[in-house]
């Protein structure tokens, strides 16, 4: 039985729309990554433009989390996914990026359920493996997605980084 009053709490997940704001999305992933950003580490997502996110969202399924009528949560999936030449991952595994979280949502599970989201939606779409890249600097990131099941299969240098990125795959259940 749900808490009084947690209806309010609750996060919906739903896929992007058209109506939905290209700006609100990229000032979350920029709240999302300021914490990198602050260490050094200077993601893509901490300081995209809105073009960027546009682009980036249509290269797969946006989904975004709503707590209310605030966005406080994405991830865009990609199956298959395709890879620079020599990125260290097979051609038929899917990846998802920008998955990211409002500050506010830290620890309360949504981006647990966003990953779990991702990975569903690359086997639905026919891959039996995931492949993400984060930077290596990211220890607490890393060791985040290697409890999920994720090993590292090799390195990538990004030219919008400033570090090198750590290649991460994970075999997933037959749907």
């Excluded at 949504?110 to 990953?115: A, C, D, M, V, W």
Aim: aromatic share 10%; net charge neutral; with cysteine.
């Amino acid at each position: 039985m749900a808490a009084k009053g947690a209806a309010a709490d609750e996060v919906a997940i739903r896929l992007f729309t058209e109506e939905d704001s290209v700006q609100e999305l990229t000032c979350l992933l920029h709240r999302a990554y300021a914490d990198h950003a602050a260490a050094g580490r200077v993601f893509f997502a901490s300081y995209q433009s809105p073009q960027d996110t546009a682009h980036r969202l249509r290269s797969g399924e946006c989904w975004l989390a709503f707590q209310g009528k605030s966005l406080v949560g994405t991830v865009t999936v990609a199956t298959p996914y395709v890879a620079p030449e020599g990125y260290p991952a097979p051609a038929s595994a899917g990846s998802f990026w920008q998955l990211a979280v409002d500050p506010s949502q830290r620890g309360t599970g949504l981006g647990q359920r966003l990953l779990s989201l991702a990975e569903a939606r690359v086997t639905a779409r026919g891959a039996a493996q995931v492949v993400i890249d984060t930077s290596s600097q990211a220890t607490d990131l890393v060791g985040w997605y290697r409890r999920r099941g994720y090993a590292p299969v090799g390195t990538w240098g990004w030219n919008v980084t400033n570090y090198s990125s750590v290649v991460l795959l994970k075999d997933l259940p037959p749907r």
